[in-house]
Protein backbone atom coordinates (compact mmCIF):
# COMPACT_ATOMS: atom_id res chain seq x y z
CA UNK A 1 0.00 0.00 0.00
CA UNK A 2 1.85 3.59 -1.04
CA UNK A 3 -0.21 5.40 1.82
CA UNK A 4 1.26 5.03 5.30
CA UNK A 5 -2.21 5.48 7.64
CA UNK A 6 -1.37 6.31 11.64
CA UNK A 7 -3.86 6.96 14.04
CA UNK A 8 -4.48 10.70 14.76
CA UNK A 9 -7.91 11.23 16.73
CA UNK A 10 -9.20 14.84 17.25
CA UNK A 11 -10.65 14.19 20.80
CA UNK A 12 -13.02 14.88 21.66
CA UNK A 13 -14.60 15.67 18.00
CA UNK A 14 -13.75 12.20 15.96
CA UNK A 15 -11.98 9.43 15.98
CA UNK A 16 -9.34 9.76 12.62
CA UNK A 17 -6.30 8.91 10.77
CA UNK A 18 -3.35 11.18 9.24
CA UNK A 19 -2.23 9.61 5.50
CA UNK A 20 0.91 9.97 4.43
CA UNK A 21 2.49 8.94 0.35
CA UNK A 22 5.17 6.37 1.05
CA UNK A 23 5.57 5.72 -2.47
CA UNK A 24 3.92 8.03 -5.18
CA UNK A 25 4.63 6.41 -8.45
CA UNK A 26 3.09 3.25 -6.85
CA UNK A 27 0.24 5.60 -5.93
CA UNK A 28 -0.20 6.75 -9.57
CA UNK A 29 0.08 3.37 -10.78
CA UNK A 30 -2.92 2.45 -8.76
CA UNK A 31 -5.01 5.52 -9.80
CA UNK A 32 -4.75 4.78 -13.45
CA UNK A 33 -6.15 1.48 -13.14
CA UNK A 34 -8.88 3.19 -11.49
CA UNK A 35 -9.24 6.14 -14.40
CA UNK A 36 -9.25 3.49 -16.78
CA UNK A 37 -11.69 1.31 -15.43
CA UNK A 38 -10.07 -1.13 -13.22
CA UNK A 39 -11.11 -0.47 -9.82
CA UNK A 40 -11.54 -3.90 -8.90
CA UNK A 41 -8.06 -4.69 -10.09
CA UNK A 42 -6.80 -2.05 -8.36
CA UNK A 43 -8.40 -3.66 -4.59
CA UNK A 44 -6.87 -6.91 -5.66
CA UNK A 45 -3.64 -5.34 -6.19
CA UNK A 46 -3.92 -3.61 -2.69
CA UNK A 47 -4.67 -7.38 -1.19
CA UNK A 48 -1.20 -8.31 -2.91
CA UNK A 49 -1.74 -9.23 -6.55
CA UNK A 50 0.34 -8.42 -9.42
CA UNK A 51 0.35 -4.82 -11.29
CA UNK A 52 -0.30 -5.18 -14.58
CA UNK A 53 0.70 -2.76 -17.22
CA UNK A 54 -2.11 -0.18 -17.80
CA UNK A 55 -3.89 -0.77 -21.64
CA UNK A 56 -6.40 1.80 -22.83
CA UNK A 57 -7.50 2.51 -26.70
CA UNK A 58 -6.41 5.96 -28.22
CA UNK A 59 -10.24 7.25 -27.47
CA UNK A 60 -10.13 6.47 -23.64
CA UNK A 61 -6.64 7.82 -23.29
CA UNK A 62 -7.65 11.19 -25.20
CA UNK A 63 -10.46 11.31 -22.81
CA UNK A 64 -8.06 10.75 -19.31
CA UNK A 65 -5.98 13.17 -20.67
CA UNK A 66 -8.35 16.10 -21.07
CA UNK A 67 -9.55 15.02 -17.41
CA UNK A 68 -5.31 14.69 -15.96
CA UNK A 69 -3.78 17.75 -17.90
CA UNK A 70 -6.37 20.54 -17.90
CA UNK A 71 -5.61 24.31 -18.73
CA UNK A 72 -5.26 26.13 -15.66
CA UNK A 73 -7.97 27.30 -13.59
CA UNK A 74 -11.31 25.84 -12.06
CA UNK A 75 -10.77 22.66 -14.17
CA UNK A 76 -7.12 21.38 -12.17
CA UNK A 77 -9.35 22.06 -8.94
CA UNK A 78 -11.88 19.49 -10.22
CA UNK A 79 -8.70 17.59 -11.77
CA UNK A 80 -7.40 17.62 -8.43
CA UNK A 81 -10.67 16.80 -6.53
CA UNK A 82 -11.15 13.84 -8.46
CA UNK A 83 -7.43 12.41 -8.10
CA UNK A 84 -7.81 12.96 -3.67
CA UNK A 85 -11.44 10.89 -3.74
CA UNK A 86 -9.40 8.16 -5.74
CA UNK A 87 -6.62 8.35 -3.12
CA UNK A 88 -9.41 8.27 -0.53
CA UNK A 89 -11.29 4.94 -2.12
CA UNK A 90 -7.52 3.62 -2.07
CA UNK A 91 -7.55 3.74 1.64
CA UNK A 92 -10.99 3.06 2.59
CA UNK A 93 -10.98 -0.41 0.63
CA UNK A 94 -7.70 -0.68 1.86
CA UNK A 95 -9.44 -0.50 5.61
CA UNK A 96 -12.47 -2.59 5.43
CA UNK A 97 -13.15 -5.19 6.74
CA UNK A 98 -14.04 -8.64 5.02
CA UNK A 99 -18.28 -8.04 5.92
CA UNK A 100 -17.59 -4.25 4.67
CA UNK A 101 -18.98 -3.70 0.86
CA UNK A 102 -17.85 -0.33 -0.94
CA UNK A 103 -19.45 1.72 -3.29
CA UNK A 104 -17.19 2.03 -6.90
CA UNK A 105 -14.86 5.25 -7.38
CA UNK A 106 -15.75 7.73 -9.71
CA UNK A 107 -13.53 7.88 -13.10
CA UNK A 108 -14.98 11.57 -13.60
CA UNK A 109 -14.75 14.59 -12.35
CA UNK A 110 -18.25 15.51 -13.13
CA UNK A 111 -19.62 12.86 -11.53
CA UNK A 112 -21.94 13.50 -9.29
CA UNK A 113 -23.11 11.37 -6.12
CA UNK A 114 -22.21 10.42 -2.68
CA UNK A 115 -18.44 10.29 -2.36
CA UNK A 116 -17.78 6.61 -1.00
CA UNK A 117 -20.41 4.50 1.05
CA UNK A 118 -19.58 1.44 2.94
CA UNK A 119 -21.97 -1.49 4.52
CA UNK A 120 -20.75 -3.45 7.14
CA UNK A 121 -23.38 -7.06 6.78
CA UNK A 122 -23.54 -9.22 9.35
CA UNK A 123 -24.15 -12.24 7.86
CA UNK A 124 -25.91 -14.54 10.13
CA UNK A 125 -28.04 -12.56 11.23
CA UNK A 126 -28.81 -10.94 7.69
CA UNK A 127 -28.99 -7.28 9.88
CA UNK A 128 -27.21 -4.23 8.15
CA UNK A 129 -24.68 -3.39 11.14
CA UNK A 130 -23.36 0.03 9.93
CA UNK A 131 -23.47 2.32 6.88
CA UNK A 132 -20.53 4.46 6.48
CA UNK A 133 -20.71 7.96 4.44
CA UNK A 134 -17.40 10.01 3.23
CA UNK A 135 -17.09 12.98 2.19
CA UNK A 136 -14.36 14.12 0.38
CA UNK A 137 -12.28 17.74 0.36
CA UNK A 138 -9.51 18.43 -1.98
CA UNK A 139 -8.59 22.17 -0.91
CA UNK A 140 -6.35 24.45 0.69
CA UNK A 141 -8.78 25.67 2.94
CA UNK A 142 -9.68 22.52 5.37
CA UNK A 143 -11.33 24.37 8.08
CA UNK A 144 -13.96 26.20 5.64
CA UNK A 145 -14.77 23.41 4.05
CA UNK A 146 -15.72 21.20 6.65
CA UNK A 147 -17.54 23.81 8.56
CA UNK A 148 -19.56 25.14 5.77
CA UNK A 149 -19.58 22.22 3.45
CA UNK A 150 -18.81 19.06 5.14
CA UNK A 151 -20.87 19.21 8.30
CA UNK A 152 -24.24 20.05 6.45
CA UNK A 153 -24.13 17.79 4.10
CA UNK A 154 -23.71 15.25 6.82
CA UNK A 155 -26.28 16.64 9.06
CA UNK A 156 -28.53 16.22 5.88
CA UNK A 157 -27.70 12.73 5.12
CA UNK A 158 -27.84 12.03 9.29
CA UNK A 159 -31.77 13.69 9.18
CA UNK A 160 -33.08 11.95 6.31
CA UNK A 161 -33.19 15.24 4.01
CA UNK A 162 -30.58 12.70 1.20
CA UNK A 163 -32.54 9.84 1.53
CA UNK A 164 -33.50 9.10 -1.92
CA UNK A 165 -29.58 9.73 -2.85
CA UNK A 166 -28.36 7.12 -0.08
CA UNK A 167 -30.45 4.14 0.50
CA UNK A 168 -31.25 3.03 -2.44
CA UNK A 169 -27.36 2.60 -3.32
CA UNK A 170 -26.68 0.97 -0.03
CA UNK A 171 -28.74 -1.84 -0.52
CA UNK A 172 -27.66 -2.26 -4.07
CA UNK A 173 -24.42 -2.67 -2.53
CA UNK A 174 -25.46 -5.74 -0.77
CA UNK A 175 -26.08 -7.50 -3.72
CA UNK A 176 -23.71 -9.97 -3.17
CA UNK A 177 -25.39 -10.97 0.04
CA UNK A 178 -28.58 -12.09 -2.10
CA UNK A 179 -31.09 -11.07 -0.11
CA UNK A 180 -34.50 -11.83 -0.67
CA UNK A 181 -37.07 -9.52 -1.38
CA UNK A 182 -38.31 -9.52 2.39
CA UNK A 183 -34.12 -8.89 4.04
CA UNK A 184 -34.32 -6.09 1.22
CA UNK A 185 -37.57 -4.76 2.87
CA UNK A 186 -36.05 -5.08 6.51
CA UNK A 187 -32.67 -3.39 5.20
CA UNK A 188 -34.57 -0.49 4.16
CA UNK A 189 -36.99 -0.52 7.27
CA UNK A 190 -33.43 -0.31 9.32
CA UNK A 191 -31.69 2.21 7.16
CA UNK A 192 -34.59 4.96 7.10
CA UNK A 193 -35.99 4.13 10.32
CA UNK A 194 -33.12 3.26 12.95
CA UNK A 195 -30.48 4.91 11.02
CA UNK A 196 -27.49 3.20 11.55
CA UNK A 197 -24.91 5.61 9.95
CA UNK A 198 -21.00 6.62 10.72
CA UNK A 199 -19.35 9.17 9.18
CA UNK A 200 -15.96 9.82 7.63
CA UNK A 201 -14.64 13.02 6.35
CA UNK A 202 -11.23 13.37 4.81
CA UNK A 203 -9.55 16.69 3.84
CA UNK A 204 -5.98 17.43 2.66
CA UNK A 205 -4.14 20.52 4.60
CA UNK A 206 -1.39 22.43 4.52
CA UNK A 207 1.40 22.52 6.40
CA UNK A 208 3.05 19.19 6.24
CA UNK A 209 3.43 18.93 9.60
CA UNK A 210 0.15 18.70 10.45
CA UNK A 211 -0.27 17.55 14.86
CA UNK A 212 -2.95 16.57 16.53
CA UNK A 213 -3.65 20.51 18.43
CA UNK A 214 -4.24 21.25 14.47
CA UNK A 215 -6.53 18.33 13.80
CA UNK A 216 -8.90 18.80 16.86
CA UNK A 217 -9.14 22.83 15.56
CA UNK A 218 -10.09 21.43 12.34
CA UNK A 219 -13.01 18.93 13.16
CA UNK A 220 -14.54 21.57 15.58
CA UNK A 221 -18.23 20.75 15.18
CA UNK A 222 -18.78 17.91 14.46
CA UNK A 223 -20.95 16.83 17.38
CA UNK A 224 -23.58 18.79 15.31
CA UNK A 225 -23.82 15.80 12.69
CA UNK A 226 -24.28 13.13 15.70
CA UNK A 227 -24.14 13.00 19.34
CA UNK A 228 -22.55 9.51 18.48
CA UNK A 229 -18.48 10.42 19.07
CA UNK A 230 -17.93 6.27 17.65
CA UNK A 231 -19.56 7.50 14.87
CA UNK A 232 -17.53 10.54 13.81
CA UNK A 233 -14.31 10.04 11.90
CA UNK A 234 -11.95 12.94 10.28
CA UNK A 235 -8.95 11.70 8.33
CA UNK A 236 -5.96 14.04 7.11
CA UNK A 237 -3.82 13.99 4.15
CA UNK A 238 -0.67 16.74 5.05
CA UNK A 239 1.12 18.31 2.39
CA UNK A 240 3.30 21.41 2.03
CA UNK A 241 1.71 22.35 -1.44
CA UNK A 242 -1.57 20.84 -2.26
CA UNK A 243 -2.17 22.05 -6.06
CA UNK A 244 2.13 21.25 -6.71
CA UNK A 245 1.37 17.80 -5.03
CA UNK A 246 -1.55 17.29 -7.49
CA UNK A 247 -0.27 18.41 -10.39
CA UNK A 248 2.55 16.43 -10.41
CA UNK A 249 0.20 13.39 -9.35
CA UNK A 250 -1.29 13.69 -12.11
CA UNK A 251 1.37 13.70 -14.71
CA UNK A 252 2.61 10.53 -12.83
CA UNK A 253 -0.64 8.95 -13.52
CA UNK A 254 -0.34 10.14 -17.35
CA UNK A 255 2.77 8.49 -17.90
CA UNK A 256 1.26 5.00 -16.54
CA UNK A 257 -1.60 5.67 -19.03
CA UNK A 258 0.19 7.14 -22.06
CA UNK A 259 2.53 3.99 -22.96
Known amino acids: MPIVVVDRPAEPHCGGLQWSVSDLDALAALA?????????HAARVLSGAVLLPVQTPAAMRAQIQSELLPATGASTYHRDGLLFEIICWLVARRQALPNEVISEPHTKAT???????KVRFDE????????????????????????????????????GARDPQLVQPLIALLDRFNLTDQEQADVYGTLVNERPFAFQAALT?????FPES????????????????????????PLSDVRAWFADLAHRIWDKINV
Open 32 to 40: ALVLVGRAQ
Open 111 to 117: QQGVDTI
Open 124 to 159: ASRQVIKATIYEYKCTTQARAQFRDHVVPAFRQYFT
Open 205 to 209: VEPEE
Open 214 to 237: SCIALFDDYAKVTPERPDRFGDTL
